[in-house]
């Protein structure tokens, strides 16, 4: 019964542990070796600067949030759509799978200042810019994944004469959802990478802003305060598409597998 709990709370346990330890060993060292605060903090002082910023960090942490999420989910929305037409009509995959693979190739940073120009020093090419970058991997993941779908179900589809959307709805959608939710978890990390990314540019809020004035001020504690509010967003938005899977793979009543239900 431990050996079966401890297999159970392993995967919580063990990185817990490896955190502690990594932020010990930083902790001592930049004492030990005398690092110039302006270089390397420890951890202690993030955390100080972090308990005394809370409220400001708090609330320049909204907007953060917020584009985030909205820019995931018309994203999440657009590429599963996108992933969906480029498996059931030939011809839109012919026209459009080429250029999705040359957008997925092209470096996402390089463009940013394009979206500054097209649509303003505003929040909405802050939010473009998630689109944009969270798009593409989960159009490549939903199309990848709705071709996984077996040649065999799909063969019997057809001799029971199954319409296409029906197909779609029973064979391929549940193929896929591993592969989308692969995808989904990659692209909610690179909306927040976006939107920070818009932010140091173009923005006077948001957590990318404060990075940028914290170190144009020199105050490296309040840098690394942000970055771990911003691990901590990045955690609970990535939790959040964990949970989602978790709660579709129960409706679907069967544990799923890349090759499908097990």
């Known amino acids: ?10 995967p919580i346990v063990l990185p817990l542990l490896f955190a502690g330890a990594l932020l010990l060993a930083w902790q001592e060292l930049t004492g030990w070796l005398a690092v110039s605060p302006m270089l390397l903090v420890p951890p202690s002082a993030i955390w100080s600067v972090l308990v005394q910023a809370w409220p400001v960090l ?15 989910l018309l994203a999440s929305g657009l590429g599963i759509a996108l992933g969906g037409a480029l498996v059931v009509s ?15 190739l092209i470096p996402k940073v390089a463009v940013a200042p394009l979206f500054i120009i097209w649509l303003g020093m505003g929040p909405t090419s802050r939010l473009a810019f998630a689109v944009f ?35 779609f709805l029973r064979v391929r959608v549940p193929y896929a959802i591993p592969h989308i939710f692969a995808g989904l978890k990659v692209g909610v990390t690179v909306a927040i990478i976006g939107v920070v990314i818009g932010e140091f540019v173009t923005a006077q809020e948001g ?3 404060i990075i940028m004035f914290a170190s144009s001020a020199a105050q490296t ?4 305060a942000t970055i771990a509010l911003l691990c901590g967003i990045g955690l609970l938005l990535y939790g ?19 090759g499908g239900f097990e």
């Open 1 to 10: 019964m431990a050996a079966i709990r401890w297999r159970a709370w392993r």
């Open 58 to 72: 708090l609330a320049q942490s909204w907007p953060t949030l917020v584009n985030s999420v909205v820019g995931f």
């Open 90 to 104: 030939r011809r839109v995959e012919q026209a459009f799978w080429p250029h999705v693979l040359i957008f997925q």
């Open 207 to 209: 957590l990318g802003y």
């Open 240 to 258: 959040a598409v964990a949970l989602g899977e978790w709660f579709v793979r129960r409706w679907y009543g069967a544990p799923i597998s890349a």
């Open 221 to 224: 504690a309040l840098v690394f």
């Open 133 to 167: 970058l969270s798009f593409f991997p989960i159009a490549v993941s939903a199309a990848t994944g709705f071709r996984a779908a077996d040649p065999t179900a799909l063969r019997l589809c057809r001799s029971l004469t199954a319409t296409t959307w029906q197909t």
